[in-house]
Every structure is written in C-alpha cells, then in structure tokens.
C-alpha cells in the first residue's frame, strides 16, 4: 500500500528556525488539527514533545485526547468547555460565554477584521461584563488574522485593532495573548506575544511571497506509492478510464497503488501530473491506482506539497489535509 514519510530531521530544522523567531520554545504552539495536516496527528504530537514543544492546538476534542500525554496544555478551537487541567477552550460568541462552565479554562477569540468567527470588537464590553457576573475562568485572549500570507497593509491594521483589544483586558491578571499564525510569525522582527500559533510552517512550508525573507523552511513529508502490476503497452493501446491516454509506442506501465481514494487530487488527465523524477500520471487517477511509464518498486510520488500544489491549482494545505489517515506513516 502506498505509505508517508514523515522526517524528523527536517521537523527539528524548521522548529529551530521558528524558535529562534518567537525567541523561545515555550512560545511555540504547535497546531495539530486535522491530523496534524494529514501528517499524522500522534506521530507529529510526539515529536513536538520530544524537541520541547509544551502546547499543541487542535479542533476537536478526539484531537485532544490523542495527543494529551504529550503537552503540558492543548487549546481546542472547537469543543464543549469543560473542567480539566490541560485543556483550554476557545470562545467565539457571546452565547457560548453565557453557557460556559465557570470552571473551565477559556480563550477567548475576538474578531479582529477575519469576519468569520469570533467576538466582535463593539461587543467586548458586553463579553467582559458575562466573564465578570458569570466569574469565568479566562486564561487568555486571540484573534487569527486573515492576510498575513499576503503583501498589504491588512496584517498591521489587524495587530493595531488587537493591541486596542488588549486595551480592554488591562484589569485582568494572569492572561496570555496570541494571534501570530505562521506567516505573521515569520514576517515579524519583534516577536512580543504569549505564544504564536505555527501550523503550515512546522511542517515545512512558507505561504509568504519572495518579498519576505524568511527562514529556509523543509518540506517534511514524502509520499510513496508501490508497484501493483507491470505490463508492456503497445503503440496506440490507451490505458485507464475513458482511455485518455495513448501509448505513442510500445512502452512498459505499470500500476501503482494510489488514487484519490487516498486522498491524492484527480487533476486534470490533459495537464498531467509529473513527479520530481519527471514521471507523468498516464490518463486518468483512478479511486486506488495510477499508471506510469517505470517498473520500479516504489516511486516517490510527491517530496514537496507547495510545489504539487502548483501543478494542481491549489496550496500546500490542501495536498496534505487530504491525505487518508489509512496510509502508513513511518519517521525516517
């Protein structure tokens, strides 16, 4: 069965880079949602803890429970609060704050200008005053912000509505901040917040234009596919579904064991898919195989997601995400 590899070598290099960006590894919180990005979840959490690593950020409390052997604290963006000494909840609308438990550890998130959750900035009074009655256990305050990855002023004007936020909280004690995401935290020359939250760039990948110099990021995971079959195609014989692809001589092909049922995007057969050897995907991407023009045993598939992305249309994130939690996945 096709398989991932994950390299713990090339992890430890770009946690080094950011840890000298954030000026700390306890100021580094590693976000794991979604399978640490299709990396694999437990995988990844263990080697985060192993380099230092003490926070990790996921969605959901499944998330949460996996990976809680590994860190000191683990914030859930998107869990029922409760009670417990590890977890902490992130907080996003006034009626979550209502019918919060007043023993759990909460974050809450404010709406800085990313308009998709959170509580808005004319609303904080009102938020500040339910924290108050209701005697929450508030341990932090965050925002996300929503072009950091992009060359405008949006970033500074989103650090600016925060630092009012933060205005607003100057009577409580014992709270942390953070709103640095990977790209902000890469862009940035003066790192001063609690933590930054570092999803895309652990894994290897900058969304930064050339612009920005930022550290030298490696990409951590290799996708492997493994030969299923191999015969000799004649000339003019077409392979797979709907025969997009025609032999333009006698050529060996051979079947290998990866498809979209993996997770691995169909793409378009007209502009196909060629690996970093130069090996095409001949015709179609079927559930669980593809066709390509070698015999040998294993073929690396993809070594860099952002550059696969680009052949596809889309972003690194995606290529990942995607990939089944069904395929093994081995540190090398």
Known sequence: MAYIKINRDKFYHNLNQLTLKAGGVERLAVVLKDNAYGHGLEIVAKLSSEYGI?????????EANTIRKYFKHILLLNATPFEDNIFSFAITSLESLRGCNPKAKIELKVDTGMHRNGISMDKLTEAIDIIKSRKLNLIGVMTHFRSADVTSSELAWQIYNFKRVKESFVEFRDIRYHSHNSSALLRSSSFDEDIARVGISIYGYSELPPIYHTPTLLPIIELWAKRSSTRVAKKAQRVGYGGDFTAPRDMVVSTYDLGYGDGWMRGDSKS???TLDGLEILGRVSMDFISIASDRD????????????KQFGTISYEMTTLLSSELERVVV
Request: with cysteine.
């Open 272 to 274: 196909p898919y060629k």
């Open 54 to 62: 003490q926070e990790a950020v996921v969605v959901s409390l499944d």
């Open 298 to 309: 294993e073929i690396c598939i993809m070594n860099n997601a952002q550059s696969a992305a």
